[in-house]
Protein backbone atom coordinates (compact mmCIF):
# COMPACT_ATOMS: atom_id res chain seq x y z
CA UNK A 1 0.00 0.00 0.00
CA UNK A 2 1.23 3.42 -0.97
CA UNK A 3 1.66 6.29 1.35
CA UNK A 4 -1.35 7.81 -0.34
CA UNK A 5 -3.67 4.86 0.26
CA UNK A 6 -2.46 4.73 3.64
CA UNK A 7 -3.45 7.97 4.13
CA UNK A 8 -6.85 8.56 2.57
CA UNK A 9 -7.46 5.06 4.47
CA UNK A 10 -6.47 6.29 7.95
CA UNK A 11 -8.64 9.51 6.61
CA UNK A 12 -11.56 7.07 6.20
CA UNK A 13 -11.62 5.22 9.45
CA UNK A 14 -11.69 8.78 10.90
CA UNK A 15 -14.27 10.21 9.19
CA UNK A 16 -16.46 6.92 9.77
CA UNK A 17 -15.68 6.95 13.07
CA UNK A 18 -16.90 10.47 13.73
CA UNK A 19 -20.10 9.80 11.72
CA UNK A 20 -20.81 6.96 14.00
CA UNK A 21 -20.44 9.13 17.42
CA UNK A 22 -22.36 11.92 15.44
CA UNK A 23 -24.92 9.47 14.48
CA UNK A 24 -25.33 8.13 18.01
CA UNK A 25 -25.52 11.16 19.66
CA UNK A 26 -28.20 12.56 17.00
CA UNK A 27 -30.45 9.08 17.40
CA UNK A 28 -30.69 9.63 20.98
CA UNK A 29 -30.98 13.21 21.23
CA UNK A 30 -34.08 12.92 18.49
CA UNK A 31 -35.50 10.10 20.68
CA UNK A 32 -35.40 11.54 24.14
CA UNK A 33 -34.26 15.29 23.83
CA UNK A 34 -30.78 16.49 24.91
CA UNK A 35 -30.97 16.98 28.38
CA UNK A 36 -32.47 13.63 29.12
CA UNK A 37 -29.77 11.70 26.93
CA UNK A 38 -27.02 14.00 28.43
CA UNK A 39 -28.26 13.59 32.25
CA UNK A 40 -27.94 9.13 31.85
CA UNK A 41 -24.52 9.80 33.22
CA UNK A 42 -25.02 11.82 36.09
CA UNK A 43 -27.78 9.39 37.43
CA UNK A 44 -25.63 6.66 36.52
CA UNK A 45 -22.90 8.22 39.11
CA UNK A 46 -25.38 9.17 42.00
CA UNK A 47 -26.70 5.80 41.97
CA UNK A 48 -23.17 4.65 41.99
CA UNK A 49 -22.11 6.70 44.70
CA UNK A 50 -25.20 5.74 47.21
CA UNK A 51 -24.29 2.06 46.62
CA UNK A 52 -20.62 2.67 47.40
CA UNK A 53 -21.58 5.06 50.38
CA UNK A 54 -23.46 1.85 51.97
CA UNK A 55 -20.83 -0.46 50.94
CA UNK A 56 -18.43 2.00 53.50
CA UNK A 57 -21.11 2.66 56.20
CA UNK A 58 -22.01 -1.36 56.77
CA UNK A 59 -18.30 -1.90 56.93
CA UNK A 60 -17.99 -4.01 53.86
CA UNK A 61 -14.44 -4.73 52.72
CA UNK A 62 -14.81 -2.12 49.61
CA UNK A 63 -12.00 -4.06 47.55
CA UNK A 64 -14.14 -7.20 47.12
CA UNK A 65 -16.65 -5.12 46.06
CA UNK A 66 -14.59 -3.87 43.41
CA UNK A 67 -13.27 -7.14 42.38
CA UNK A 68 -16.61 -8.04 41.63
CA UNK A 69 -17.44 -4.59 39.96
CA UNK A 70 -14.37 -5.54 37.55
CA UNK A 71 -16.67 -9.54 36.73
CA UNK A 72 -19.41 -7.40 36.21
CA UNK A 73 -18.05 -5.04 33.69
CA UNK A 74 -15.91 -7.61 31.89
CA UNK A 75 -19.19 -9.67 31.33
CA UNK A 76 -21.07 -6.55 30.49
CA UNK A 77 -18.40 -6.54 27.58
CA UNK A 78 -19.29 -10.06 27.04
CA UNK A 79 -22.63 -8.81 26.15
CA UNK A 80 -22.45 -5.48 24.76
CA UNK A 81 -19.96 -6.92 21.80
CA UNK A 82 -23.03 -9.84 21.82
CA UNK A 83 -25.86 -7.70 20.61
CA UNK A 84 -24.56 -6.47 17.19
CA UNK A 85 -22.13 -9.34 16.66
CA UNK A 86 -23.84 -12.63 18.37
CA UNK A 87 -25.36 -13.88 14.99
CA UNK A 88 -24.42 -13.58 11.15
CA UNK A 89 -27.15 -11.91 10.32
CA UNK A 90 -27.09 -8.76 12.34
CA UNK A 91 -23.59 -8.71 11.47
CA UNK A 92 -25.10 -8.10 7.93
CA UNK A 93 -27.33 -5.92 9.24
CA UNK A 94 -24.97 -4.16 10.84
CA UNK A 95 -22.79 -3.52 7.60
CA UNK A 96 -25.31 -4.61 4.79
CA UNK A 97 -26.13 -2.11 2.18
CA UNK A 98 -29.13 -0.69 3.88
CA UNK A 99 -27.27 1.22 5.83
CA UNK A 100 -25.05 3.73 3.43
CA UNK A 101 -23.28 4.88 7.10
CA UNK A 102 -22.06 1.22 7.95
CA UNK A 103 -21.56 0.10 4.46
CA UNK A 104 -18.88 2.65 3.65
CA UNK A 105 -16.28 0.23 3.36
CA UNK A 106 -17.54 -0.80 0.02
CA UNK A 107 -17.10 2.82 -1.04
CA UNK A 108 -14.06 3.73 0.55
CA UNK A 109 -10.58 2.26 1.21
CA UNK A 110 -11.69 0.52 4.32
CA UNK A 111 -12.01 -3.14 4.79
CA UNK A 112 -14.78 -4.78 6.09
CA UNK A 113 -13.09 -5.83 9.38
CA UNK A 114 -11.34 -2.20 10.10
CA UNK A 115 -15.47 -1.12 9.63
CA UNK A 116 -15.96 -3.30 12.18
CA UNK A 117 -13.09 -2.40 14.72
CA UNK A 118 -14.66 1.67 13.88
CA UNK A 119 -18.17 0.31 15.47
CA UNK A 120 -16.48 -1.53 18.55
CA UNK A 121 -14.82 1.73 19.23
CA UNK A 122 -17.31 3.49 19.15
CA UNK A 123 -19.21 1.49 21.78
CA UNK A 124 -16.40 1.69 23.98
CA UNK A 125 -15.97 5.56 23.97
CA UNK A 126 -20.10 5.93 23.85
CA UNK A 127 -20.64 3.23 27.34
CA UNK A 128 -17.58 4.29 29.34
CA UNK A 129 -18.72 8.35 28.79
CA UNK A 130 -22.20 6.93 29.74
CA UNK A 131 -21.48 4.36 32.45
CA UNK A 132 -17.85 3.50 33.17
CA UNK A 133 -16.77 6.77 33.79
CA UNK A 134 -19.37 7.73 35.62
CA UNK A 135 -18.57 4.79 38.33
CA UNK A 136 -15.48 5.76 38.84
CA UNK A 137 -16.53 8.96 40.26
CA UNK A 138 -19.42 7.60 41.99
CA UNK A 139 -15.74 6.87 44.81
CA UNK A 140 -14.96 10.02 45.09
CA UNK A 141 -17.99 11.51 47.68
CA UNK A 142 -17.77 8.24 49.89
CA UNK A 143 -13.99 8.44 49.76
CA UNK A 144 -14.35 12.26 50.92
CA UNK A 145 -16.74 11.26 54.06
CA UNK A 146 -15.45 7.33 55.03
CA UNK A 147 -12.19 6.27 53.38
CA UNK A 148 -9.33 7.95 51.47
CA UNK A 149 -8.62 4.69 49.93
CA UNK A 150 -11.85 5.34 48.12
CA UNK A 151 -10.92 8.18 46.57
CA UNK A 152 -7.32 7.24 45.52
CA UNK A 153 -9.36 4.25 44.26
CA UNK A 154 -11.01 6.60 41.41
CA UNK A 155 -8.15 7.47 39.20
CA UNK A 156 -7.38 3.45 38.97
CA UNK A 157 -10.72 2.83 37.92
CA UNK A 158 -11.13 5.50 35.51
CA UNK A 159 -8.24 3.34 33.95
CA UNK A 160 -9.20 -0.13 34.37
CA UNK A 161 -12.49 -0.20 33.92
CA UNK A 162 -12.77 0.31 30.48
CA UNK A 163 -9.85 -1.77 29.90
CA UNK A 164 -12.22 -4.40 31.56
CA UNK A 165 -14.95 -3.55 29.31
CA UNK A 166 -12.63 -3.61 26.08
CA UNK A 167 -11.75 -6.85 26.69
CA UNK A 168 -14.93 -7.90 27.16
CA UNK A 169 -16.02 -6.48 24.09
CA UNK A 170 -13.13 -7.66 21.74
CA UNK A 171 -13.37 -11.39 23.53
CA UNK A 172 -16.84 -12.13 22.47
CA UNK A 173 -15.76 -10.29 19.11
CA UNK A 174 -12.79 -12.73 18.48
CA UNK A 175 -14.78 -16.02 19.50
CA UNK A 176 -17.83 -15.73 17.56
CA UNK A 177 -15.39 -14.98 14.54
CA UNK A 178 -13.57 -18.59 15.82
CA UNK A 179 -17.05 -19.94 16.15
CA UNK A 180 -17.44 -19.08 12.59
CA UNK A 181 -14.22 -21.01 11.44
CA UNK A 182 -16.27 -24.35 11.67
CA UNK A 183 -15.45 -27.29 13.95
CA UNK A 184 -11.45 -26.56 14.64
CA UNK A 185 -12.23 -22.38 15.42
CA UNK A 186 -15.15 -23.73 18.01
CA UNK A 187 -12.51 -26.11 19.40
CA UNK A 188 -10.16 -23.40 19.82
CA UNK A 189 -12.87 -21.53 21.27
CA UNK A 190 -13.70 -23.51 23.69
CA UNK A 191 -9.97 -24.44 24.52
CA UNK A 192 -8.77 -20.93 24.81
CA UNK A 193 -11.28 -19.78 27.75
CA UNK A 194 -10.56 -23.36 29.27
CA UNK A 195 -7.04 -23.14 29.33
CA UNK A 196 -6.91 -19.96 31.10
CA UNK A 197 -9.34 -21.19 33.67
CA UNK A 198 -7.10 -24.01 34.54
CA UNK A 199 -4.20 -21.76 34.85
CA UNK A 200 -6.47 -19.77 37.23
CA UNK A 201 -7.54 -22.74 39.15
CA UNK A 202 -3.85 -24.12 39.86
CA UNK A 203 -3.01 -20.44 41.05
CA UNK A 204 -1.09 -18.75 38.43
CA UNK A 205 -1.43 -14.93 38.83
CA UNK A 206 -3.76 -14.67 36.13
CA UNK A 207 -5.67 -11.50 37.73
CA UNK A 208 -2.36 -9.51 37.75
CA UNK A 209 -1.73 -9.48 33.76
CA UNK A 210 -5.61 -8.54 33.32
CA UNK A 211 -7.22 -4.65 33.24
CA UNK A 212 -8.31 -5.63 37.01
CA UNK A 213 -4.24 -5.91 37.53
CA UNK A 214 -4.33 -1.79 36.77
CA UNK A 215 -6.59 -0.86 39.56
CA UNK A 216 -4.66 -3.46 41.92
CA UNK A 217 -1.01 -2.16 41.62
CA UNK A 218 -0.71 -1.07 38.01
CA UNK A 219 2.78 -2.99 36.40
CA UNK A 220 4.93 -3.94 33.50
CA UNK A 221 2.99 -7.22 33.47
CA UNK A 222 -0.52 -5.38 34.03
CA UNK A 223 -0.19 -3.48 31.09
CA UNK A 224 1.51 -5.97 28.81
CA UNK A 225 -0.97 -8.48 29.66
CA UNK A 226 -3.88 -6.20 29.39
CA UNK A 227 -2.40 -4.95 25.77
CA UNK A 228 -1.31 -8.20 24.22
CA UNK A 229 -5.10 -9.66 25.47
CA UNK A 230 -6.65 -6.58 24.05
CA UNK A 231 -4.64 -6.60 20.71
CA UNK A 232 -4.64 -10.48 20.45
CA UNK A 233 -8.42 -10.41 20.59
CA UNK A 234 -9.36 -7.53 18.74
CA UNK A 235 -7.19 -8.45 15.77
CA UNK A 236 -8.79 -12.26 15.73
CA UNK A 237 -12.05 -10.62 15.72
CA UNK A 238 -11.45 -7.87 13.20
CA UNK A 239 -10.57 -10.30 10.32
CA UNK A 240 -12.78 -12.88 11.10
CA UNK A 241 -15.69 -11.10 11.39
CA UNK A 242 -14.11 -8.64 8.23
CA UNK A 243 -14.53 -11.87 6.09
CA UNK A 244 -17.53 -11.50 3.67
CA UNK A 245 -17.86 -15.03 3.10
CA UNK A 246 -20.81 -15.86 0.68
CA UNK A 247 -23.45 -17.86 2.42
CA UNK A 248 -25.11 -20.72 0.65
CA UNK A 249 -28.63 -20.41 -0.33
CA UNK A 250 -30.98 -22.86 1.96
CA UNK A 251 -34.66 -24.09 1.36
CA UNK A 252 -36.82 -24.14 4.43
CA UNK A 253 -40.28 -25.35 4.16
CA UNK A 254 -43.31 -23.26 5.18
CA UNK A 255 -42.83 -23.19 9.00
CA UNK A 256 -45.51 -20.21 9.97
CA UNK A 257 -48.52 -22.03 9.54
CA UNK A 258 -47.99 -25.30 10.91
CA UNK A 259 -45.68 -23.74 13.76
CA UNK A 260 -49.26 -21.32 13.87
CA UNK A 261 -50.85 -24.24 14.66
CA UNK A 262 -49.16 -26.18 17.28
CA UNK A 263 -49.69 -23.00 19.29
CA UNK A 264 -53.02 -21.75 18.82
CA UNK A 265 -51.94 -18.35 16.91
CA UNK A 266 -54.67 -17.09 15.26
CA UNK A 267 -53.30 -14.56 13.61
CA UNK A 268 -49.57 -15.70 13.21
CA UNK A 269 -47.76 -13.13 14.90
CA UNK A 270 -46.17 -14.87 17.91
CA UNK A 271 -45.38 -17.63 14.94
CA UNK A 272 -43.89 -15.33 13.30
CA UNK A 273 -41.65 -13.56 16.75
CA UNK A 274 -40.79 -17.20 17.25
CA UNK A 275 -39.30 -17.92 13.83
CA UNK A 276 -37.32 -14.55 13.25
CA UNK A 277 -35.22 -15.65 16.11
CA UNK A 278 -35.23 -18.97 14.98
CA UNK A 279 -33.89 -18.51 11.43
CA UNK A 280 -31.18 -15.42 12.43
CA UNK A 281 -27.74 -16.86 12.90
CA UNK A 282 -27.40 -17.22 16.25
CA UNK A 283 -31.32 -18.53 16.59
CA UNK A 284 -32.70 -19.37 20.46
CA UNK A 285 -28.97 -19.61 21.36
CA UNK A 286 -28.72 -15.29 21.49
CA UNK A 287 -31.22 -16.00 24.46
CA UNK A 288 -29.25 -18.63 25.61
CA UNK A 289 -26.04 -16.97 25.86
CA UNK A 290 -28.02 -13.91 27.77
CA UNK A 291 -29.37 -16.53 30.57
CA UNK A 292 -26.04 -18.21 30.58
CA UNK A 293 -24.33 -14.75 31.22
CA UNK A 294 -26.53 -13.95 33.90
CA UNK A 295 -26.03 -17.39 35.54
CA UNK A 296 -22.40 -16.62 35.81
CA UNK A 297 -23.09 -13.16 36.99
CA UNK A 298 -25.30 -14.77 39.81
CA UNK A 299 -22.52 -16.83 40.47
CA UNK A 300 -19.72 -14.44 40.99
CA UNK A 301 -22.45 -12.33 43.03
CA UNK A 302 -23.23 -15.27 45.52
CA UNK A 303 -19.58 -16.42 46.09
CA UNK A 304 -19.10 -12.58 46.67
CA UNK A 305 -21.99 -12.26 49.64
CA UNK A 306 -20.49 -15.37 50.79
CA UNK A 307 -17.03 -14.22 51.17
CA UNK A 308 -18.35 -10.63 52.19
CA UNK A 309 -20.81 -12.29 55.45
CA UNK A 310 -19.74 -15.75 55.56
CA UNK A 311 -23.52 -16.76 54.87
CA UNK A 312 -24.26 -19.74 52.52
CA UNK A 313 -26.79 -18.19 50.57
CA UNK A 314 -30.45 -20.09 49.40
CA UNK A 315 -29.86 -21.13 45.79
CA UNK A 316 -33.63 -21.22 44.50
CA UNK A 317 -34.20 -17.94 46.62
CA UNK A 318 -31.33 -16.34 45.29
CA UNK A 319 -30.62 -17.54 41.94
CA UNK A 320 -35.15 -17.45 40.95
CA UNK A 321 -35.33 -13.93 40.75
CA UNK A 322 -31.95 -12.63 38.96
CA UNK A 323 -32.57 -15.23 36.05
CA UNK A 324 -36.40 -13.83 35.69
CA UNK A 325 -34.02 -10.11 35.25
CA UNK A 326 -33.19 -12.27 32.15
CA UNK A 327 -36.61 -11.30 30.65
CA UNK A 328 -35.28 -7.99 29.58
CA UNK A 329 -32.94 -9.18 27.59
CA UNK A 330 -34.80 -11.94 25.83
CA UNK A 331 -37.74 -9.40 25.20
CA UNK A 332 -34.96 -7.27 23.84
CA UNK A 333 -33.49 -10.15 21.37
CA UNK A 334 -37.34 -10.90 20.22
CA UNK A 335 -37.84 -7.52 19.00
CA UNK A 336 -34.69 -6.44 17.51
CA UNK A 337 -36.08 -6.80 13.73
CA UNK A 338 -39.38 -5.65 14.68
CA UNK A 339 -40.53 -2.62 12.61
CA UNK A 340 -43.45 -1.32 14.27
CA UNK A 341 -44.70 1.44 11.30
CA UNK A 342 -44.79 -2.04 9.10
CA UNK A 343 -47.25 -3.94 11.07
CA UNK A 344 -49.65 -0.82 10.99
CA UNK A 345 -49.89 -1.50 7.15
CA UNK A 346 -52.19 -4.34 8.88
CA UNK A 347 -55.49 -4.45 10.21
CA UNK A 348 -53.44 -4.59 13.93
CA UNK A 349 -52.78 -2.71 16.66
CA UNK A 350 -49.45 -1.76 18.23
CA UNK A 351 -51.34 -4.10 20.98
CA UNK A 352 -51.74 -7.01 18.97
CA UNK A 353 -47.91 -7.05 18.05
CA UNK A 354 -46.28 -6.30 21.79
CA UNK A 355 -48.78 -9.03 23.43
CA UNK A 356 -47.86 -11.22 20.35
CA UNK A 357 -43.96 -10.06 21.80
CA UNK A 358 -44.55 -11.12 25.59
CA UNK A 359 -46.45 -14.77 24.55
CA UNK A 360 -43.13 -15.52 22.14
CA UNK A 361 -41.31 -13.76 25.11
CA UNK A 362 -42.67 -16.85 27.63
CA UNK A 363 -42.64 -19.45 25.04
CA UNK A 364 -38.87 -18.99 24.95
CA UNK A 365 -37.34 -17.07 27.87
CA UNK A 366 -38.70 -19.11 30.89
CA UNK A 367 -37.54 -22.81 29.42
CA UNK A 368 -34.22 -21.55 29.09
CA UNK A 369 -34.58 -19.73 32.56
CA UNK A 370 -35.66 -22.80 33.97
CA UNK A 371 -32.89 -24.85 32.48
CA UNK A 372 -30.11 -22.27 34.36
CA UNK A 373 -32.34 -22.16 37.64
CA UNK A 374 -31.74 -25.83 37.42
CA UNK A 375 -28.35 -26.10 36.79
CA UNK A 376 -27.53 -23.54 39.66
CA UNK A 377 -29.96 -25.80 42.08
CA UNK A 378 -27.67 -29.04 41.26
CA UNK A 379 -24.76 -26.82 41.46
CA UNK A 380 -25.38 -25.52 44.91
CA UNK A 381 -27.56 -27.39 46.36
CA UNK A 382 -30.62 -27.10 47.38
CA UNK A 383 -34.02 -28.55 49.30
CA UNK A 384 -37.98 -28.84 47.49
CA UNK A 385 -39.15 -25.69 49.30
CA UNK A 386 -36.18 -23.84 48.37
CA UNK A 387 -36.25 -25.36 44.53
CA UNK A 388 -39.89 -24.55 44.39
CA UNK A 389 -39.56 -21.01 45.53
CA UNK A 390 -37.17 -20.50 42.95
CA UNK A 391 -39.40 -21.73 40.09
CA UNK A 392 -41.61 -19.35 41.43
CA UNK A 393 -39.53 -16.68 41.95
CA UNK A 394 -38.45 -16.91 38.20
CA UNK A 395 -41.62 -16.84 36.70
CA UNK A 396 -42.80 -14.29 38.92
CA UNK A 397 -40.26 -12.08 38.50
CA UNK A 398 -39.58 -12.88 34.61
CA UNK A 399 -43.54 -12.05 34.00
CA UNK A 400 -43.00 -8.56 36.50
CA UNK A 401 -39.84 -7.88 34.06
CA UNK A 402 -41.27 -8.59 30.37
CA UNK A 403 -44.52 -6.72 31.25
CA UNK A 404 -42.59 -3.88 32.93
CA UNK A 405 -40.23 -3.53 29.78
CA UNK A 406 -43.09 -3.69 27.02
CA UNK A 407 -45.08 -0.75 29.45
CA UNK A 408 -41.92 1.63 29.08
CA UNK A 409 -40.29 0.39 25.97
CA UNK A 410 -42.67 -0.70 24.19
CA UNK A 411 -40.70 -2.49 20.93
CA UNK A 412 -37.92 -0.75 21.57
CA UNK A 413 -36.47 -1.31 24.50
CA UNK A 414 -32.68 -1.31 23.63
CA UNK A 415 -33.14 2.35 22.79
CA UNK A 416 -35.55 4.23 24.87
CA UNK A 417 -33.96 3.01 27.95
CA UNK A 418 -31.22 4.89 27.55
CA UNK A 419 -33.66 7.81 28.16
CA UNK A 420 -32.47 9.09 31.79
CA UNK A 421 -35.76 9.32 33.15
CA UNK A 422 -37.49 5.69 31.58
CA UNK A 423 -34.03 4.13 32.80
CA UNK A 424 -34.50 5.69 36.64
CA UNK A 425 -37.90 4.42 36.59
CA UNK A 426 -37.25 1.74 35.62
CA UNK A 427 -34.86 0.81 37.71
CA UNK A 428 -36.51 1.67 41.06
CA UNK A 429 -39.23 -0.76 39.67
CA UNK A 430 -36.60 -3.54 39.39
CA UNK A 431 -35.10 -2.41 42.61
CA UNK A 432 -38.12 -2.19 45.13
CA UNK A 433 -39.48 -5.61 44.74
CA UNK A 434 -36.43 -7.58 43.69
CA UNK A 435 -33.96 -6.39 46.49
CA UNK A 436 -35.79 -7.19 49.29
CA UNK A 437 -36.23 -10.84 47.99
CA UNK A 438 -32.56 -10.96 47.28
CA UNK A 439 -31.94 -9.95 51.18
CA UNK A 440 -34.18 -13.07 52.04
CA UNK A 441 -32.13 -15.17 49.67
CA UNK A 442 -28.53 -13.54 50.29
CA UNK A 443 -28.39 -12.65 53.68
CA UNK A 444 -31.09 -14.74 56.07
CA UNK A 445 -29.76 -18.09 56.60
CA UNK A 446 -32.69 -19.63 57.31
CA UNK A 447 -36.23 -18.25 56.59
CA UNK A 448 -39.05 -19.39 58.67
CA UNK A 449 -42.40 -20.17 57.04
CA UNK A 450 -44.14 -16.90 57.79
CA UNK A 451 -41.26 -15.14 55.78
CA UNK A 452 -40.96 -18.21 52.78
CA UNK A 453 -45.04 -17.27 52.42
CA UNK A 454 -44.56 -13.64 52.16
CA UNK A 455 -41.98 -13.88 49.20
CA UNK A 456 -44.36 -16.62 47.41
CA UNK A 457 -47.03 -14.10 48.21
CA UNK A 458 -44.53 -11.46 46.35
CA UNK A 459 -44.09 -13.89 43.38
CA UNK A 460 -47.41 -14.27 42.59
CA UNK A 461 -48.32 -9.71 42.82
CA UNK A 462 -45.60 -9.52 40.39
CA UNK A 463 -46.68 -12.21 38.20
CA UNK A 464 -49.84 -10.25 38.26
CA UNK A 465 -48.60 -6.92 37.93
CA UNK A 466 -46.14 -8.07 34.86
CA UNK A 467 -49.36 -8.81 33.46
CA UNK A 468 -51.45 -5.88 34.52
CA UNK A 469 -48.47 -4.01 32.84
CA UNK A 470 -48.22 -5.55 30.09
CA UNK A 471 -52.16 -5.54 28.51
CA UNK A 472 -51.71 -2.25 29.19
CA UNK A 473 -48.65 -1.40 26.94
CA UNK A 474 -50.01 -1.95 24.22
CA UNK A 475 -52.94 0.47 24.57
CA UNK A 476 -50.29 2.72 25.31
CA UNK A 477 -47.84 2.44 22.81
CA UNK A 478 -50.78 2.36 20.18
CA UNK A 479 -51.82 6.15 21.53
CA UNK A 480 -47.96 7.39 21.41
CA UNK A 481 -47.69 5.84 17.62
CA UNK A 482 -50.96 7.73 16.47
CA UNK A 483 -50.14 10.52 18.31
CA UNK A 484 -46.57 10.82 16.45
CA UNK A 485 -44.93 10.86 19.49
CA UNK A 486 -43.03 7.86 17.93
CA UNK A 487 -41.57 7.61 14.39
Known amino acids: MTGGQTGGSMAADRALFAAMLREEWRLHVRLFGGWRFAAFPVVVAVLGAGGVAALAWAGVDVGVAIAGLHVLVFVFGLQTGSVGLVAQDALDR ?18 RGRAVGAFLLRDLLYYTGLILLPLAVAFVPAGLVYDAALLAAAPRLALSLPATFALGLVTTT ?57 VVAATVGFTGLGRSDPRPARTREPGLSALADRIGDDRGLVSRSLLEL ?3 AGGVGTIAFS ?3 LLLVAGGVVAL ?64 GTVALAVALVWLGTTPVDAGLGVLLLVGVHQYVGGLTAFLAGLRPNEFLFDTVLFSAFGV ?15 VPAPGPL ?9 LALAGMGTLLGQRAGPRWEARYRSGDVG
Open 94 to 111: LLGEVSLLVATWRYLPLT
Open 174 to 230: ALIALVRRGVPGTALALGIPGTIGAAWWSGLPIADATPYGLYTGPSVLAVLGTGVGI
Open 278 to 280: SRS
Open 291 to 293: ATV
Open 305 to 368: VGRIGGVDPQAGLTFGPLLGLSAFTSYNWLTTTTDAPAYRRFPLTIGDVIAAKRRALAIVGLPV
Open 429 to 443: AILVPVAPLLVVGLV
Open 451 to 459: LLGAVAATA
